[in-house]
Structure formats: structure tokens, C-alpha cells
Nanobody, 118 residues
Framework: QVQLVESGGGLVQAGGSLRLSCAAS????????MAWYRQAPGKQRELVAI???????NYLDSVKGRFTISMDNTKTAVYLQMNSVNPEDTAVYYC????????????WGQGTQVTVSS
């Protein structure tokens, strides 16, 4: 069983910065990719940023140039540096890890709340 534990959420003023962390533990596998999703009240969960095992990254258009996703050398921890945040970034942020199997398994963290005040 794989567990993903997030940390780093909280309350931040608009224009400020926040760094989210997510670490995998338990029966840790080789992940093909790790990602951050978010879900705001009344909205669907959306993909914010993703990083492949090889380091390729992709971002939601609205966070490009403000957020940076990175992975540690063990490929079992992922980070999201959030700069120049705005109230529209307020959401619960979820860490995701995708396994290498077919079909691939998806693993999820419990979520961490990010609230941006104006």
C-alpha cells in the first residue's frame, strides 16, 4: 500500500508564496509521474501541474509562470512552489502519483487546504 502525505498548505495573502510538499511512503513503487491537482468549492478537480519521471513538466495555463513543480532525487517526493498567488488559487490541493503498471494505478494524498486572501 502506498501512502502520500501532503504538507505546506495554509493561509497566504494575495501576491505571496507557498510551497507544498508530498512524500510517498509504504510500499513505494516506481512512479511514472507525480502531479498536483486542486479542487475549489463547487468546482471539479483539475490538474495543476505534472512532472514525469524524466523531469518533463506541464502546467495549467492559469498557473504558468507562477507555479513550479519539482521532484526529489528519489522520485518519491514532489513539491509545488506557488508564487504570486491570487484568490482564484484557493482550493484543496491533492498530490497524485501514477504507477507504471497497465492499467496504471493512481495514488492520492488526503489533500491540503490553500486559502489566498485578497
Amino acid at each position: 500500500q502506498v501512502q502520500l502525505v501532503e504538507s505546506g498548505g495554509g493561509l497566504v495573502q494575495a501576491g505571496g508564496s507557498l510551497r507544498l510538499s508530498c512524500a510517498a511512503s509504504g510500499r513505494v513503487l516506481v512512479f511514472s509521474a507525480m502531479a498536483w491537482y486542486r479542487q475549489a468549492p463547487g468546482k471539479q478537480r483539475e490538474l495543476v501541474a505534472i512532472i514525469s519521471r524524466s523531469g518533463t513538466t506541464n502546467y495549467l495555463d492559469s498557473v504558468k509562470g507562477r507555479f513550479t513543480i519539482s521532484m526529489d532525487n528519489t522520485k518519491t517526493a514532489v513539491y509545488l512552489q506557488m508564487n504570486s498567488v491570487n484568490p482564484e488559487d484557493t482550493a484543496v490541493y491533492y498530490c497524485n502519483a501514477r504507477g507504471n503498471g497497465f492499467p496504471p494505478n493512481d495514488y492520492w494524498g488526503q489533500g491540503t487546504q490553500v486559502t489566498v486572501s485578497s
